[in-house]
């Protein structure tokens, strides 16, 4: 639960974002980071929060470690940890 | 703080370029070299660090001096028999309690949360606070949300407590807040720590210039670590640089995420609802301080204060046989690896978890037994 995920912002709605990780939309809560968020910026995401906003320029870079995790490790452990760390939909968990 | 130390070698690092890699590792050498002792330790506080570290098979690279050791970096792990017993007793009495994955397996006292779920007890695994909260919405139930994490985890927690909860929420927190415990840790004789690496993402929260007073006190370096490969390796050549020129300083290889002052609106959200109390982390005793719980303005929300929790009955029927072999303790103190340990990989494994070491993917023992722990040199 220590490594949060990047994903890229597609649209704000006060404090929920629409964030794009991989393909996959997710709300992710805007309450914690402390710079303001619009579409195209890059965050980072624990447990469905935005902690920090990744700089324009290194977004790129940090992007790189998941995507190998995602590519090439995806079902062993720190694969596995980082497909966690992708939100879920919001809602209950199923009964 | 001299800006030279916030090294700048981490942005200049390109990402798992083989090239890069070995030339850090011969720079590691020679650093290590000239440090001159048999052994040279540094303690690291993070599972992320631990997978990495293990995964891309860094300590086969390291110099065969340099020790890197796993501290009490698994906020799963640390959390103890009577959080656990807590959280058991409360499912049996008929809450709901709502937890991350890893937390459901943590043996308590006589039960893990999985146990209690197979009795009957009704347990839901959460993705996140604000989903413990919608689960609240969605029942008449009462929802006991069992919080676990470090500071950056109880962030979102504290965001939660913040907005609007539903009179059914609440919260039973083990969270958990780092820095105390590299105090005790950094005390302990039979470590001899002499650099530690900080997680880059908590250091995002907390800012790397909540270390300096440790480093002050304690005279011991502290690296804030990205997690790549290359990240970790440049945080050990800067670790080992500061060792070897007797400077206890922080320095910062992260600086793409992490600043001096951290996210300062984070900060104020985590201490308007937490306060830092004294508490026992497994295996490493009291940690003063080392706990997080529920400011005054917060009790309505604090199962503690809600709820009589006698884990008595549980602790009556206890049965320590099997765990008494296990090591945890020692292995989240730093003072032994897995391979120390006779139960690792034997009677220990994680279909069958002895320890809490051993549940977590954060956990050293789980991630040595998936890659290997030391390198056979």
Known sequence: MCLGVPGRVVEVRGVIAIVDYWGVRRETRLDVVDEPVAPGDYILNHVGFAICKIPAAEARETLALYEHLLREAPADLMGTDVRGEIPRDPGPPDA | MPESTIARDADRLAYRDPQRARALARRLEALVAEIGRERVCVMHVCGTHEQAIAKFGLRAVLPRALDVIMGPGCPVCVTDLPEVDEAVTLAQDGKRVATYGDMVRVPGTTLSLADAAALGARVDVVYSAAQAVALARATRDEVVFFASGFETTAVTTAAVALADVPPNFSILSAHKYIPPAMEVVARLPETRIEAFLAAGHAATITGWGIFEPFVARHRIPVVVAGF??????????????????????????????????????????????????????????????????????????????????????????????????????????????????????????????????????????????????????
Do not use: K
């Open chain 2, 228 to 377: 790549e490969p290359l990240d970790i390796l440049a945080a050990l050549v800067q670790a080992a640089r500061l060792i070897r020129d007797g400077r206890p300083e922080v320095a910062n290889m992260y600086p793409r995420c992490v600043t001096r002052e951290g996210n300062r609106n984070a900060q104020t959200r985590l201490w308007r609802v937490f306060e830092t109390a004294s508490g026992r982390w497994r295996g490493i005793a009291d940690v003063p301080g080392g706990n997080l719980r529920l400011r005054d303005a917060f009790a309505r929300l604090d199962a503690r204060r809600r709820y009589r929790i006698d884990t008595g009955p549980l602790r009556a029927a206890a049965s320590r046989r099997r765990t008494e072999a296990c090591i945890c303790g020692r292995i989240l103190s730093g003072v032994a690896t897995p391979a120390d340990c006779p139960l690792f990989g034997t009677a220990c494994v994680p279909e069958r978890p002895v320890g809490a070491c051993m549940v977590s993917t954060e956990g050293a023992c789980r991630i040595w037994h998936q890659y290997g722990g030391r390198a056979e040199l």
